[in-house]
């Protein structure tokens, strides 16, 4: 009854720091959904895949919402059309470079400056080099409902949306025989600011619906495997570099932490461990851990996740190598 007991008392805990986050996101995509013209907010963004990526990886400094509320952030802006290396250097930057997690960093590691530093250029770092990757991937749509008068078109990348998707996320295409051609007309502007506010809401409930859902699963996987996870005979085989960088990258994994708890974990054994392992533990923790792959899998279709998630996780490694023999 006690292994009961602490399973659940770890899983309220992970949900409850993990559930803000994901709701401010929601609120923040919600939005963008009702009150944003997605026609002027591609058009302000930059297009080229440079300064796409740096203001893409900078992004967090203006939404800083974590590793879980970047997420619906990220579908909300592919769905208006933003550039791919954009949304993709937002999603791996944001979780780290922000202001929240900055000060976080500094405040509990302090006296690792050298691991502050790392972490942030790290993540700046990591995150350009995947919105460059991606910059090559061909932007595609997918048509919805060909039968109708009025077609529909999304981004390929991203799974159905939300619930309002249809209604004001997508532009919508006119169809004129056999000729399709981009409408000119906005609903945002034909409907009233109370009904603006009655759309906002009512997809800030279904979203959290639709998102949370997953996201209690993920953590409940996480917690499950948190608890069985033999972290005493893990640190045990942590001998060498490599295998201490691959051991700290399986508790990235397994924990279900955010990246402002991932430090405070790490705080007892820093002494015990290279600055590489540790860097490594940071980034991917902050990144994709169980409970944020179930939802970032819920969001992004599979193909194109695999691609992010596999690529992302040999950048950390390889830079957690750099740092474990070149720094420390």
Known sequence: MSQLNYIYTLFVSNLLISLPFLLLGIVISSALLVFVDEDQLVAKLPRTRILAVIIGSSLGFLLPVGQYGNLPIVRRLLLQGVSIPLCISFLIASPTVNPFIISNSWQILGDYPTLVFLRILGGWLIAILVGLIFSAYPEKSIVIDESSSVLQSR???????????????????QRAGNL???????????VSRIQQLYLFFDNIVREFIELGSFLVVGIAISTVCQFFLPQ??????????????????????????????????????????????????????????????ILFLSI?????????????????LVFGLLVNFYIT
């Open 300 to 316: 992004i279709r599979i193909k194109f996740a695999s691609y992010i998630i596999i690529l992302t996780a040999q950048l950390i």
């Open 155 to 173: 981004s390929s990348l991203v799974h159905s949306g939300t619930i309002l998707s249809g209604l004001e996320g997508f532009k919508p295409l």
């Open 180 to 190: 399709v051609y981009e409408s000119q007309g906005n609903v945002r502007t034909s």
């Open 232 to 293: 005493a005979q893990l640190f045990q085989w942590g001998e060498t570099p490599l295998n201490q960088l691959l051991i700290m990258i399986v508790f990235g994994l397994v924990l279900s932490l955010n990246s402002l708890s991932s430090a405070y974990f790490l705080t007892p054994i820093l002494s015990s461990i290279l600055y590489g392992s540790g860097l490594a533990f940071l980034l991917l923790n902050s990144l994709f851990n169980i409970s944020s792959l």
